[in-house]
Each structure stands twice: as structure tokens, then as C-alpha cells.
């Protein structure tokens, strides 16, 4: 079978097809493999082995691996996959993952449409846990983009008057998120453009039937105002008449100017000065990545890399990508024989007899001397290197990077030195390598710079920005709502807009971000059971609460709640009695299912008429 004319498909029942043949279905490993291989990239055989058959011995596991390889080869063509190890996918194959990406980056939504389904629909994977978890995590991302190219392509057609195909895209976002009460306001909003008002009504009503059933709330008030409006003959006239809602303007989705940031852009001009590595922290969504890579685009031309979900289980996953991309910079420079062979390594195409990873002190510290050379040699016209999201990176790659950073700092002049910078988020870093940034900062080796949320003025000036008329008035909200999150604020005032009937109030239930509701998620998944709980007793409680409370409602004495509230405090959950952020308590208490809800409702009631 030839490469260059397979198809495979991963979204939805995973198969394979090619002019020559029918559609054949790939097998649950080796469509797991092919799924891993087109998201990550090139793979080492160890990490495969041990994704796909972690009860096995090595040994078994390795040779389980080769059959698989070859069988897929035979599936695939031959030319299908290349390297001995790692293991990579040619770019020549037609994967719909990659092509849906391509497609999503480039905002082409419309020919998104044909893309449907879960990626490997059927699948689990209950035998294989890290293969399981790094599934559901990209499942839960190729939602996320099917669900917003379906939003963006039936807000496109309506703006061109096609209601009719306008009203399928957002039917196929309404199958993709049920729950999303902006999907069903547009349904209903484009079913009464038609001059249907009864099927219009009817949305609404099964909108509010479903919202009983699976959340156990009311539509919102913008839900509601909606149905009233069509209801009513003059208002629902007014409504059809209403324009379509104007596409989300780009001044939304990437506010062009940084605001509120002028202490930190000062604290980074100090450590470039002095040419000191800069150790760059916050929360996810704070605008770490943001602020580093304006201030490097100030200085001059700069390289950034970012770790991966995937990388920490395989050694030097993280600086394979960081060498692959320091060589792309300058793929013809010549390198000495000793560097390309230490480097060989981490990229095993540069040599026909590529060493082993490292495994003892003195080859661990020659790669580092090889890595530092290679990025002299290649970086040598770049002002700013940054690793972002290091709190991703597997242990080994992040103890050569400091040792590389050690070497580049030693070994140039002051004034030509190349910066570097390290961003992760706050708490996610092993304690072990926060305490050797820590013993850097306090050694005067390195700047620590932790960005803090926007203060509520700086939340003004950013809607400002935006250029949405009446934004800017809800800034107060906006803050309580955000915690002064950039992220959460740029994706709070798209839900917004792209709700279609933001009247420059800000309601009170913001149309909800699946992007900020993933974060926030993944905040909540590292808290302990204990905080988690008493997290949710604290929102569910409300104004409400009390330490007594809090004790009744958990069955544990007062002095247990101690470790608890301070796990909250030290993540940022809750500040006092008060969370941080309103979204937080928002997603605390929707992730609790209702019947749960109701009856900490209950034990809070009970205890209120105690008291």
C-alpha cells in the first residue's frame, strides 16, 4: 500500500482506507499506537512499549511492540512509518487528527464539518492507566476544538445570511455540548430568523427539560429573557429584525497590547541587563507565555520551546524537542563530530549509530556540554531561549537544562549572552526542582518573577481593548469573576460576544468557556479529597459559612479542617472564606452531581437551624 494515498481516520471508529481497498478497521493497539505517534510525534520504543503493555516485562513488551510495527507496516505501507528508534509517522499520511489541527489553526471551520466523532470512539483502555489518562486529556482537547469550530462556522453563515446551514452548525455544536446554553440560544435565536417561532419555543422547552434532568438548574437569565422575547409577538419581531451578532472580533481572542504589566516588564529588563537566567511563574491562563515572549519579541529574534503533557514518563523527551528545534534554525551549520555524535542522543536521525541516553554522571555531563555548544553554534544571532511549561518536562530533561544553562552562562561574554527563560506554573513544579530555582534565586544566580493576577483597573483597560461597546463597564465584574485572570477574562468576553445578546451588563451567570472549565478542572483534580470537599462546602454554603459549619457538614472536628484550609489557601482556591474567583466556586459546585448537591444542601440547612 502506498503511504502517500492512505488515509487514517482517528476521530470517530478508527480505520484505514486507500483507493486500493475498503475501509478496514485498525485493532484497539495499534490504533492507540497510530492515535499516540500523530499527536506526539517521534517516540522512543521504551515509551510505547510501556504505554501499551505495562504489566509486561520489557523483554515481552518490546517484542509485542515489533509485531505490532510490522503489522502495521503491512496496513499502512512501508513507507508508512520511519526510525528504529524512536519511531515516528510519515508526513505524507493523510491522519484526520493532523488535518482537523491544520484545518482549526488556519480558521478554515468550514471544511471542519466533515470531522466528526470521538477520537477513537469505542476504545478504552482500562488495562494500559497512563495510555487511559493521556486519551482522556486529548479526547477532552479535539472536543473542545470540534465544539468551537461547529460555534464559529454557524456564527460565519449566519452573518452571510445562510440560515439554513448556519442552523446545522449549531446543532452539531448542541450534539457536542448538550448542556451549553449559548449552542441552544443560538438554535433558538436562528430557528425564529426563519419565522419558526413554535420550533423556536420548543428549543427552549427541551433546553429546559435537559438542564433539569442532567444539572438539576434553571436556564439562565439570558436563556429565559430569550424565550419571554420570542413569546412575545413585538418583542419576537424585534428580535428577528435584530442584525446577526458580529463576528468575535480578533481584538478579543488576542488582545493586541499587554496591560497591566509594567512592574514585571521592569523586573525583566533588571535581570536582562544583568543577564541573569529569569524563573517565570503563575497560574495557568495568568500570561506568563504572553508577557516573556512580547519582552523577548522587544529584545530581538528568540526561540521558544514548550514541554508536553507526554513528556515526563520518557527521559529527555523534553530536550529531544528543544535540540530538534535549536537544529532547525540552522540545519546546515556544521558541528563537530563529537557534538553530533552526543546529540545524536536525543535526535537519533542525525547519526547511523546514535549512543544510548546517558546513564552515568560523566555522560550526562558531556551531553550537557554538547547541548550547550549546539545551541551557541545554532543561536548564535538569538537574544531570549525559552523552555515554557517546564512543569511539564520529565526530570531528566529539566536537570540537563539547568545544567545547560549553568554552561551558557560560564562560557559567554556578559554583554553577549544569550537569556534564558523558564516559565511554569505555580505548584505543578516537583518540589525538589522548585527548591534548586529557589537555592538560584537566593544565590543572586537567577531573577524569580511570579505574575499575579490583573489588578481591577488593568481589567478595565484590557476590555477596553477589545473595542466591544459596553465591555469595559463590566470590569468590576469581570475582575470578581476572573480573579484578574488574562486568560479567563479574554475567554469569558468571547462566551460573551459570541452569545450574541451581551447587552454591556455582565450577567449573572456568565456563558461558560470550556477552556477555562478544563482548567479549572485540572486545578481541582490535584487537591486532596478532604480540601475538595471542603472546598465544595464553602461554595455550596455561600455567605452562609462558618468553621462550625464546615465541621458539622464533613463529620470531622474543627482542628482536621486546619491542613485542608491551608491546601486551599496555599492554591489559591480560597482566599479567607471567599474564593479567588468566582468561576471557581462556579465549577466547584456544578462538578458535583446533583443528588450529591442536595444533600450537602440538606446537612447545610440542617445545621443553619441548629444554630
Not at 262 to 286: C, F, K, M, N
Not at 419 to 447: P, V
Amino acid at each position: 500500500m502506498d503511504a502517500a494515498s492512505t488515509r487514517i481516520e482517528l476521530l470517530g471508529r478508527a480505520c484505514v482506507t486507500s483507493p486500493q481497498s475498503a475501509p478496514r478497521h485498525l485493532e484497539r493497539k495499534a490504533a492507540a499506537l497510530v492515535t499516540y505517534l500523530a499527536i506526539e510525534g517521534p517516540t522512543e520504543r521504551s515509551r510505547l512499549a510501556g504505554l501499551l503493555w505495562p504489566d509486561t516485562p520489557d523483554k515481552a513488551a518490546r517484542g509485542n511492540l515489533r509485531q505490532l510495527l510490522r503489522r502495521l507496516r503491512l496496513a499502512l505501507g512501508e513507507d508508512s512509518l520511519s526510525g528504529e528508534d524512536p519511531v515516528w509517522l510519515r508526513e505524507n499520511l493523510l491522519i484526520d487528527t493532523r488535518l482537523f489541527r491544520e484545518g482549526f489553526e488556519a480558521c478554515e471551520y468550514s471544511r471542519l464539518s466533515t470531522f466528526h466523532g470521538e477520537l477513537l470512539a469505542g476504545f478504552t483502555y482500562d488495562d494500559c492507566a497512563e495510555l487511559d489518562e493521556w486519551l482522556r486529556i486529548q479526547r477532552t482537547r479535539f472536543h473542545y476544538f470540534q465544539c468551537r469550530a461547529a460555534e464559529a462556522e454557524a456564527l460565519r453563515l449566519e452573518q452571510e445570511g445562510q440560515l439554513g446551514s448556519a442552523l446545522d452548525a449549531a446543532r452539531r455544536q448542541l450534539h457536542l455540548q448538550p448542556t451549553s446554553e449559548q449552542a441552544w440560544r443560538t438554535v433558538m435565536r436562528l430557528l425564529l430568523l426563519r419565522g419558526d417561532r413554535s420550533s423556536a419555543l420548543q428549543a427552549y422547552r427541551d433546553c429546559q427539560a435537559l438542564l433539569h434532568r442532567e444539572l438539576g438548574i434553571d436556564p439562565s437569565t439570558e436563556t429565559r429573557a430569550l424565550a419571554q422575547g420570542i413569546e412575545r409577538p413585538s418583542d419576537a419581531e424585534r428580535t428577528r429584525l435584530r442584525p446577526a451578532p458580529e463576528e468575535i472580533p480578533l481584538l478579543v481572542l488576542s488582545p493586541p497590547v499587554l496591560v497591566g504589566r509594567d512592574h514585571e516588564w521592569e523586573v525583566l529588563e533588571e535581570a536582562w541587563a544583568e543577564s541573569r537566567p529569569t524563573y517565570v511563574l503563575g497560574q495557568a491562563g495568568i500570561g506568563k507565555t504572553r508577557l516573556v515572549s512580547d519582552f523577548s519579541s522587544a529584545q530581538g529574534s528568540w526561540l521558544l520551546v514548550a514541554a508536553r503533557p507526554a513528556d515526563p514518563p520518557t527521559p529527555y523527551a523534553t530536550s529531544a524537542r528543544v535540540a530538534r528545534a535549536v537544529l532547525g534554525l540552522a540545519p546546515e551549520r556544521p558541528l563537530e563530530p563529537w557534538v553530533r555524535q552526543e546529540i545524536a542522543r536525543l535526535v537519533p536521525e542525525l547519526g547511523p549509530s546514535a549512543p544510548p541516553l546517558p546513564s552515568c554522571p560523566e555522560e550526562k555531563a558531556r551531553l550537557a556540554e554538547a547541548l550547550a555548544r549546539l545551541i551557541r553554534a545554532c543561536c548564535e544571532d538569538m537574544a531570549a531561549l525559552v523552555l515554557d511549561d517546564a512543569h511539564r518536562c520529565d526530570p531528566a530533561s529539566f536537570e540537563l537544562h539547568l545544567r545547560v544553562q549553568d554552561l551558557l552562562l560560564e562560557t559567554r561574554p556578559e554583554e553577549d549572552a544569550l537569556r534564558l527563560f523558564t516559565c511554569f506554573r505555580m505548584g505543578e513544579l516537583s518540589s525538589g526542582f522548585e527548591e534548586r530555582l529557589r537555592e538560584h534565586r537566593e544565590a543572586g544566580l537567577a531573577t524569580w518573577l511570579e505574575v499575579e493576577p490583573l489588578a481591577p483597573g488593568s481589567v478595565g483597560e484590557l476590555l477596553a481593548g477589545m473595542s466591544v461597546p459596553g465591555l469595559e463597564t463590566s470590569a468590576p465584574e469581570m475582575a470578581r469573576y476572573t480573579g484578574g485572570n488574562p486568560l479567563f477574562i479574554i475567554e469569558t468576553a468571547r462566551s460573551l460576544v459570541a452569545a450574541g445578546d451581551f447587552n454591556g451588563s455582565f450577567p449573572a451567570v456568565p456563558p461558560p468557556s470550556d477552556r477555562v472549565t478544563w482548567i479549572v478542572e485540572q486545578r481541582l483534580k490535584r487537591l486532596s479529597p478532604d480540601a475538595l470537599r471542603l472546598a465544595r462546602t464553602v461554595a455550596l454554603a455561600g455567605s452562609d459559612f462558618s468553621l462550625e459549619l464546615a465541621a458539622y457538614v464533613l463529620g470531622l472536628p474543627a482542628d482536621q479542617l486546619a491542613a485542608p484550609w491551608k491546601e486551599l489557601e496555599e492554591a489559591r482556591i480560597l482566599r479567607g472564606a471567599t474564593f479567588t474567583q468566582g468561576v471557581l466556586r462556579r465549577i466547584v459546585i456544578e462538578s458535583l452531581p446533583h443528588p450529591v448537591r442536595e444533600a450537602v444542601l440538606q446537612r447545610i440547612s440542617a445545621c443553619s437551624r441548629r444554630g
